[in-house]
Every structure is written in structure tokens, then in C-alpha cells.
């Protein structure tokens, strides 16, 4: 190789346009370049040219995780930083981002301005619920990827499966519940288990997909139906209205009734306490009584027929009959007026009058 290149510089003419000179020619130059480097050189910048040809490396960006295919077969993941490959088609690598959240929209398509009004999507809003009204509803969707691997090969349009999946798991919720429930009383609930029914199927499909947030972007009734359905939700707040206020009298009124049934509670057992005192004390008396009877029979007997007459005679009209007036009471019934002067007995002999 060292003489082809000589012998291709001797050919070379001279500035001044004469022949080349031979080699015999003492004038001429003497060429000592180191013909092996050179090559070597060249050699070096065709291999760095290739190398950036087919770029050997591959930069995976903080929200990125590479999965790499080494001949079509799974071969490695990546993390966020440079990584250095093989030269494709040996290696190939996907970066999806497993950090971005990721939404999809049912009956309404967001609007990329604030000025400009959500797109509808009646075909996707409109639907039955189970008490078999219509409601327009509108379902939005928020997942990221936690499986790259599931997420590139195990479904050929994740996003669009998703979307399926959603409208799907939500028409079945809706029309499991009244659209009472739909509109106002349960949407949380709804939510919940539509996110639920998402994540199941997608798991049984091995998406790779997590789902973090279902949201219910508004539910209403149709318009032609609006008028008669804001009567109803006026005549549901009157119900609640009057409920809190029956609540808040019930409320008032339990303590009223607790203290009254403990004071209650209280009197009754003072009046048991007093009434227990007094028989008590009756019964000491009684046997005092009786053990001054059993002492002295006709001087407590009389005793007592005094005490007893001296509770019951004063206030009251009273006559006294002598014993020679015999039985003869008939004349001393209804003579006087009630209320009125008792009658006075008959008047009586000197000798025979009796002393009261």
C-alpha cells in the first residue's frame, strides 16, 4: 500500500506545471508521511461517523421508563437518565410516560380555551337509569401507567379501551340506581363504583393502567323535561326543610321531656320516702294504741270514740235526742233547706227534759 502511494504522488505535476519529477531527480522532494496512521485515522472517523449514525444510546426523561426489545423479546427497562443501547434494530426502546395523568372524557369534549363552551356528545350523555327515566350525564376520567410492559403490548390502543371500558362500567352504574340518586343523592357513591368496574375490567385485561379519579361533570334531565323537574327538586327541598325543622323541634323538645320524666322520677320518690315515714309512723302508733288497749280496754276504747267524735262533729249541725223521744226521727228529715238551720226538737217537760 506504502508504494501505490508513492508511486500516485510521483504523478503529481509540479507548481509550475512541469512533469513530475522522477525519482532520480535529486530536486525532488522526499515524501516520509506515516502512510499506516493516516489510514488508521480515516479508519477511526468512518467508525464515529457510524457510531453516530446509529445512535447506541438513548436519554429517558424523569417522567419516562424505557423498555427495551432486544430482536423483538423483552429485554430490560430503563430509568430516567442515559442509557446505551444496542444500535437498532438489535435493540429497540420505548419511552412512555408512566408519570403523565392521563384523562379521557364521556359526553362532553373539553374545550383547549376557557372562552370557548365544552363540546356535548349526546350519543355518549344520554342514558337509562333504573327506574327507567333518561339523564344526561357526563363522566370524566383520570389513570396513569404502572406497567409499561402491560400497557405497549398487551392492548393495542390503551386509551380507546379505557374509554370503552368507562362508557360502558358507567351506563351500568346509572342504570343500577333511581335518577334521584343520579342527580343529587348518591354521585359520590356512583362514582366510586364506576371507578371500581374500570380498574376490574382493566385488570382482567392486563393494561397496566391505574386509575386514580372518576369524576360526575354534572348530571341533569333533558330539556324538555326541565320545567316539571324543577318542580320536583323544589317540592324535595321543602321536604328537607320541613325534616330539619321536625329534626331541630325533635331536638328541642327530647331534653324538655328528659328533665320532666327525671323531676317526675324525683317527686315520685319523695312521695314514696314521705308515704313510707308515714305508715311507718302509723304503725308505731297503732301498736302503741294496742298495747295501751291491751292494757286498759274500756279507757282506750273510750278514748278513742272521743278523739274520733272530736275530728268528725265540729263544722257539722248536730241534734241531741233525749231517751224519751224513743225512734221517732222522722220528723227531723228534710225539714230544713240544705245548707239551711237544723230543726230544734220539740220542746220538753221540766221533769222530764234530759241533760245533753
Known amino acids: 500500500m506504502d508504494n501505490n502511494f508513492q508511486d500516485w504522488f510521483e504523478k503529481i505535476p509540479t507548481k509550475n506545471g512541469g512533469p513530475p519529477k522522477s525519482p532520480s531527480d535529486p530536486n525532488r522532494p522526499e515524501f516520509n508521511l506515516p502512510i499506516?496512521?493516516?489510514?488508521?485515522?480515516?479508519?477511526?472517523?468512518?467508525?464515529?461517523?457510524?457510531?453516530l449514525a446509529f445512535r447506541p444510546w438513548v436519554q429517558v426523561e424523569a417522567d419516562e421508563l424505557g423498555v427495551v426489545l432486544r430482536l423483538g423479546k423483552y429485554n430490560r427497562t430503563l430509568t430516567p437518565g442515559l442509557s446505551f443501547r444496542l444500535p437498532p434494530p438489535i435493540e429497540i426502546v420505548y419511552t412512555p410516560k408512566v408519570t403523565q395523568i392521563r384523562r379521557i372524557e364521556i359526553g362532553f369534549r373539553s374545550s383547549q380555551t376557557s372562552r370557548t363552551p365544552a363540546e356535548q356528545i349526546p350519543e355518549e350523555s344520554h342514558m337509562l337509569t333504573g327506574d327507567e327515566n333518561i339523564v344526561v350525564a357526563k363522566l370524566a376520567v383520570q389513570y396513569i401507567i404502572v406497567d409499561p410492559l402491560k400497557y405497549l403490548f398487551n392492548s393495542e390502543n390503551v386509551d380507546g379501551a379505557v374509554k370503552d371500558i368507562a362508557e360502558a362500567a358507567f351506563r351500568q352504574v346509572v342504570g343500577d340506581y333511581p335518577i334521584d340518586a343520579t342527580l343529587k343523592d348518591r354521585r359520590t357513591e356512583i362514582a366510586a363504583q364506576i371507578k371500581e368496574s374500570i380498574q376490574a375490567v382493566s385488570d382482567l385485561y392486563e393494561m397496566?393502567?391505574?386509575i386514580n379519579q372518576v369524576q360526575l361533570h354534572g348530571t341533569d334531565v333533558p330539556a324538555e323535561v326541565k320545567p316539571a323537574f324543577r318542580s320536583v327538586v323544589s317540592a324535595r327541598e321543602n321536604m328537607v326543610r320541613y325534616v330539619n325543622e321536625a329534626e331541630g323541634y325533635r331536638?328541642?323538645?327530647?331534653?324538655?321531656?328528659?328533665?320532666?320524666?327525671?323531676?317526675?322520677?324525683?317527686?315520685?320518690?319523695?312521695?314514696?320516702?314521705?308515704?313510707?315515714?308515714?305508715?311507718?309512723?302509723?304503725?308505731?302508733?297503732?301498736?302503741?294504741?294496742?298495747?295501751?288497749?291491751?292494757?286498759?280496754?274500756?279507757?282506750?276504747?273510750?278514748?278513742?270514740?272521743?278523739?274520733?267524735?272530736?275530728?268528725?262533729?265540729?263544722?257539722?249541725?248536730?241534734v241531741i235526742l233525749g231517751v224519751e223521744s224513743g225512734n221517732d226521727l222522722l220528723k227531723f228529715l228534710n225539714v230544713a233547706p240544705p245548707g239551711g238551720p237544723a230543726p230544734l226538737p220539740p220542746a220538753q217537760p221540766e221533769n222530764g227534759g234530759q241533760r245533753p
Open 251 to 318: 331536638n328541642s323538645e327530647i331534653p324538655k321531656a328528659e328533665g320532666q320524666v327525671q323531676q317526675m322520677l324525683q317527686e315520685a320518690e319523695a312521695y314514696r320516702a314521705k308515704r313510707i315515714a308515714e305508715s311507718q309512723g302509723e304503725v308505731e302508733r297503732f301498736a302503741a294504741v294496742l298495747r295501751e288497749y291491751e292494757n286498759a280496754p274500756e279507757v282506750t276504747r273510750a278514748r278513742l270514740y272521743y278523739e274520733t267524735m272530736e275530728k268528725v262533729l265540729p263544722g257539722k249541725p248536730k
Open 36 to 51: 499506516r496512521k493516516i489510514g488508521l485515522a480515516a479508519l477511526l472517523i468512518v467508525a464515529f461517523f457510524l457510531f
Open 208 to 210: 397496566g393502567v391505574q
